[in-house]
């Protein structure tokens, strides 16, 4: 079932009343634990159950197996189970209840304390929070078990047509199934009738064996009435054919089954161009949670800063839906900080303001060069793998009037007077150069004396702690083991860091130490993408291949650390701006990785970027947040790497709450990738 976002507190009220007046821990929290979005939500979620004194647990997760696995140890007590940041793209009930179903054919006598567990389980209620879209149908218009947060798609009638589609194939399933057992009591009766007549007559008539005979086989074969599977196309009653002296109601005529089965498929066709269109982003988790908090009336300032960098962190993948909520969280934030424009300044000031925001790569934390040079808006416009992209860097800032030296000084330790006039200068400029977009809108974050920080900046931190840990090196190798040769072993290494890491990501929401060593490691991580990604456009290693770009890594001094696919996705989008700009051409991007420990490739695909047109008219104005024609495309790649799996046969590994990530095994790279060539991305 789905809850509108209208009936967001009514739902909430319904979960607390099921788990509220409970000493023991009967709720859990599934966090996506690679999703940044999903780490604020979970944060958000876990005030609000501390305030309402519900007991819970937070357990994130790496992907839809470890799911599964931990969902199958949850204690027998459990009653809710929360999905955040996963679980909008499959089939909840059929997925994580398989193995007790399997169980449950092959057991049919329980034990009467197995029966008692078994019903606390079904009894168990699965509440889903995911901005991955499409919805399963199954989880939204399917049984009440499962309760699907949804952000207003279904009241606004956008799933009619689907909605529609579903119930009408369920009663034809419906339907057919109790046709089946009709009439197959109906053969059984008719069976047994046509056996007391066959005794009769062999007891008035014995000369004529023959009949008899051929009349028993007859009664045989009704004894055992064939089996159909609901929605068979070729599922025709034609076995079950009665003899004039049967007293059954006739069965459908072959119009009526003609006119079903043309019916059944214009549904089912409905249904599967819904599948096929390709997966997309709605509104992201951390959103939907305050706005359950607004319902409450418990709304507060950190709760706020929480969803916009939730909300910030699909700005790359998704950026309408950053304009589209800019100007509500902009409102809130002066609902919440009246006096956030007093000059006065305090050491426990952690208020938040809308300020002028830069497409510079960690701006206030770095120095203006570098922030120029690691943008990829900006590298992308001016092409700064080159030279001559270099070159006109160079120019650019001549013609703001900053020297060189000048731009490479820590941004603390810049001037005041070019701090507050950098919107000014980079403004006249940008229309020359390409970059009319540079200027922006954001909300920044103040934290007393030790500076502020926009959310941008919180999320390429917190991205960084997911992606690396608080560790000396980049690459947090404290709980892999370098000599495992079971790919299993080493997947589970690489799964159990990660979990680490969100629990570092965690903390750093709370802690603004922890946030500004997250910066750091934000920087390397950008440092690395930008000289792998110079390295494959000076090398002219991306390819064209068709209908998608192509380039794999195989070697390098970083190549490590794009085993994490967030890394990989982030050098995938970085490189696929700078192609499509250099040459024009707006197609997908595959990028593979080896992963030299478990002897795999992590691949992803990244839908076609539409350009962003330059011009900021209206950049005074606080509402202004981007360009408004741009729109993000629907990822295929989903549905392209599972079809390529099945044609050629090569052994993958599709885990991922991102559809558009899988593993493939080093040996089945090359036919893996000309399949794709073959299948083609729609």
Same mark, same amino acid.
């Given at each position: 079932?789905?809850?509108?976002?209208?009936?967001?507190?009514?739902?909430?009220?319904?979960?607390?009343?099921?788990?509220?007046?409970?000493?023991?821990?009967?709720?859990?929290?599934?966090?996506?634990?690679?999703?940044?979005? @999903?780490?604020?939500?979970?944060?958000?979620?876990?005030?609000?159950?501390?305030?309402?004194?519900?007991?819970?647990?937070?357990?994130?997760?790496?992907?839809?197996?470890?799911?599964?696995?931990?969902?199958?140890?949850?204690?027998?007590?459990?009653?809710?189970?929360? /999905?955040?940041?996963?679980?909008?793209?499959?089939?909840?009930?059929?997925?994580?209840?398989?193995?007790?179903?399997?169980?449950?054919?092959?057991?049919?006598?329980?034990?009467?304390?197995?029966?008692?567990?078994?019903? !606390?389980?079904?009894? !168990?209620?699965?509440?889903?929070?995911?901005?991955?879209?499409?919805?399963?149908?199954?989880?939204?218009?399917?049984?009440?078990?499962?309760?699907?947060?949804?952000?207003?798609?279904?009241?606004?009638?956008?799933?009619?047509?689907?909605?529609?589609?579903?119930?009408?194939?369920?009663?034809?399933?419906?339907?057919?199934?109790?046709?089946?057992?009709?009439?197959?009591?109906?053969?059984?009766?008719?069976?047994?009738?046509?056996?007391?007549?066959?005794?009769?007559?062999?007891?008035?008539?014995?000369?004529?064996?023959?009949?008899?005979?051929?009349?028993?086989?007859?009664?045989?074969?009704?004894?055992?009435?064939?089996?159909?599977?609901?929605?068979?196309?070729?599922?025709?009653?034609?076995?079950?054919?009665?003899?004039?002296?049967?007293?059954?109601?006739?069965?459908?005529?072959?119009?009526?089954?003609? &006119?079903? *089965?043309?019916?059944? +498929?214009?549904?089912?066709?409905?249904?599967?161009?819904?599948?096929?269109?390709?997966?997309?982003? &709605?509104?992201?988790?951390?959103?939907?949670?305050?706005?359950?908090?607004?319902? /409450?009336?418990?709304?507060?300032?950190?709760? /706020?800063?929480?969803?916009?960098?939730?909300?910030?962190?699909?700005?790359?993948?998704?950026?309408?839906?950053?304009?589209?909520?800019?100007?509500?969280?902009?409102?809130?934030?002066?609902?919440?900080?009246?006096? @956030?424009?007093?000059?006065?300044?305090?050491?426990?000031?952690?208020?938040?303001?809308?300020?002028?925001?830069?497409?510079?790569?960690?701006?206030?934390?770095?120095?203006?060069?570098?922030?120029?040079?690691?943008?990829?808006?900006?590298?992308?416009?001016?092409?700064?793998?080159?030279?001559?992209? !270099?070159?006109?860097?160079?120019? %650019?800032?001549?013609? =703001?009037?900053?020297?060189?030296?000048? @731009?490479?000084?820590?941004?603390?330790?810049?001037?005041?007077?070019?701090?507050?006039?950098?919107?000014?200068?980079?403004?006249?400029?940008?229309?020359?150069?390409?970059?009319?977009?540079?200027?922006?809108?954001?909300?920044? +974050?103040?934290?007393?004396? *030790?500076?502020?920080?926009?959310?941008?900046?919180?999320?390429?931190?917190?991205?960084?702690?997911?992606?690396?840990?608080?560790?000396?090196?980049?690459?947090?190798?404290?709980?892999?083991?370098?000599?495992?040769?079971?790919?299993?072993?080493?997947?589970?290494?690489?799964?159990?860091?990660?979990?680490?890491?969100?629990?570092?990501?965690?903390?750093?929401?709370?802690?603004?130490?922890?946030?500004?060593?997250?910066?750091?490691?934000?920087?390397?991580?950008?440092?690395?993408?930008?000289?792998?990604?110079?390295?494959?456009?000076?090398?002219?290693?991306?390819?064209?291949? *068709?209908?998608?770009?192509?380039?794999?890594?195989?070697?390098?001094?970083?190549?490590?650390?794009?085993?994490?696919?967030?890394?990989? =996705?982030?050098?995938?989008?970085?490189?696929?701006?700078?192609?499509?700009?250099?040459?024009?051409?707006?197609?997908?991007?595959? =990028?593979?990785?080896?992963?030299?420990?478990?002897?795999?490739?992590?691949?992803?695909?990244?839908?076609?970027?539409?350009?962003?047109?330059?011009?900021?008219?209206?950049?005074?104005?606080?509402?202004?947040?981007?360009?408004?024609?741009?729109?993000?495309?629907?990822? =295929?790649?989903?549905?392209?790497?599972?079809?390529?799996?099945?044609?050629?046969?090569?052994?993958?590994?599709?885990?991922?709450?991102?559809?558009?990530?899988?593993?493939?095994?080093?040996?089945?790279?090359?036919?893996?990738?000309?399949? %794709?060539?073959?299948?083609?991305?729609?």
């Amino acid at each position: 079932m789905h809850v509108s976002p209208s009936s967001y507190a009514r739902a909430f009220t319904s979960l607390r009343a099921s788990t509220l007046s409970h000493t023991t821990c009967r709720l859990v929290l599934f966090v996506a634990c690679l999703d940044v979005d @999903a780490l604020c939500a979970a944060k958000i979620f876990s005030g609000i159950l501390k305030h309402e004194l519900i007991p819970h647990r937070t357990c994130p997760v790496a992907g839809y197996s470890e799911l599964k696995a931990r969902y199958s140890e949850l204690d027998d007590e459990v009653t809710t189970v929360v /999905l955040l940041g996963c679980g909008a793209l499959v089939d909840l009930t059929a997925y994580l209840h398989e193995e007790e179903n399997d169980d449950d054919d092959d057991e049919e006598d329980e034990e009467d304390e197995e029966s008692l567990v078994k019903r !606390r389980r079904e009894r !168990r209620k699965i509440y889903v929070f995911d901005s991955h879209r499409p919805w399963n149908l199954q989880n939204v218009f399917g049984p009440d078990d499962v309760v699907c947060f949804d952000d207003g798609d279904v009241e606004d009638g956008l799933l009619d047509k689907e909605r529609e589609a579903y119930e009408a194939l369920s009663k034809l399933s419906n339907a057919e199934d109790s046709e089946s057992d009709e009439y197959g009591e109906d053969d059984e009766e008719h069976a047994s009738d046509s056996d007391a007549e066959t005794d009769q007559e062999r007891e008035v008539v014995d000369d004529d064996l023959s009949e008899d005979d051929s009349a028993s086989e007859a009664d045989e074969v009704q004894k055992t009435p064939t089996s159909r599977r609901s929605g068979s196309p070729d599922s025709t009653p034609s076995s079950k054919r009665k003899s004039p002296s049967s007293p059954r109601s006739p069965l459908p005529s072959p119009r009526r089954q003609k &006119s079903t *089965r043309k019916i059944r +498929r214009e549904y089912e066709d409905i249904i599967a161009k819904y599948y096929t269109r390709g997966t997309a982003y &709605s509104t992201p988790v951390a959103s939907q949670l305050y706005s359950l908090l607004s319902y /409450l009336g418990d709304a507060s300032t950190h709760d /706020l800063w929480l969803s916009i960098v939730g909300t910030t962190a699909l700005d790359t993948l998704a950026p309408e839906l950053y304009r589209r909520l800019f100007p509500l969280f902009r409102d809130e934030v002066r609902r919440l900080n009246p006096s @956030a424009t007093s000059v006065k300044l305090s050491a426990d000031d952690t208020t938040l303001v809308i300020q002028p925001d830069f497409r510079m790569f960690l701006l206030r934390h770095w120095t203006l060069y570098d922030a120029l040079l690691h943008s990829p808006y900006v590298a992308s416009r001016l092409q700064l793998w080159t030279d001559d992209g !270099r070159k006109k860097l160079h120019k %650019m800032l001549a013609k =703001m009037g900053v020297s060189l030296s000048v @731009a490479r000084e820590r941004w603390t330790h810049t001037d005041v007077s070019l701090k507050r006039e950098l919107k000014d200068r980079i403004s006249s400029v940008a229309g020359i150069f390409g970059i009319g977009n540079v200027v922006r809108t954001g909300v920044v +974050r103040k934290f007393g004396f *030790r500076g502020a920080m926009t959310a941008g900046d919180a999320v390429e931190s917190v991205a960084a702690l997911l992606e690396c840990g608080r560790g000396k090196s980049v690459v947090d190798k404290e709980n892999v083991n370098p000599d495992a040769k079971d790919g299993d072993e080493a997947k589970d290494a690489y799964k159990a860091a990660w979990i680490d890491n969100f629990w570092t990501g965690w903390d750093a929401l709370d802690d603004v130490e922890l946030l500004l060593h997250g910066l750091q490691r934000a920087q390397v991580v950008q440092q690395a993408v930008v000289r792998t990604g110079t390295a494959l456009l000076e090398k002219n290693q991306v390819l064209i291949l *068709r209908t998608f770009r192509l380039a794999v890594l195989k070697d390098g001094p970083d190549l490590e650390l794009f085993s994490n696919p967030i890394t990989l =996705m982030r050098l995938a989008s970085w490189v696929n701006e700078c192609k499509a700009e250099q040459d024009d051409r707006q197609i997908p991007m595959v =990028m593979a990785a080896l992963d030299r420990t478990r002897d795999t490739y992590t691949v992803v695909g990244l839908p076609a970027r539409v350009l962003k047109q330059s011009g900021n008219d209206g950049v005074d104005d606080d509402d202004w947040v981007g360009d408004e024609e741009e729109e993000t495309m629907r990822n =295929m790649f989903g549905i392209t790497f599972q079809e390529v799996a099945k044609q050629t046969h090569a052994r993958v590994r599709i885990d991922s709450f991102e559809s558009s990530v899988v593993e493939v095994r080093k040996d089945d790279l090359t036919g893996f990738l000309e399949g %794709m060539t073959i299948v083609g991305v729609r």
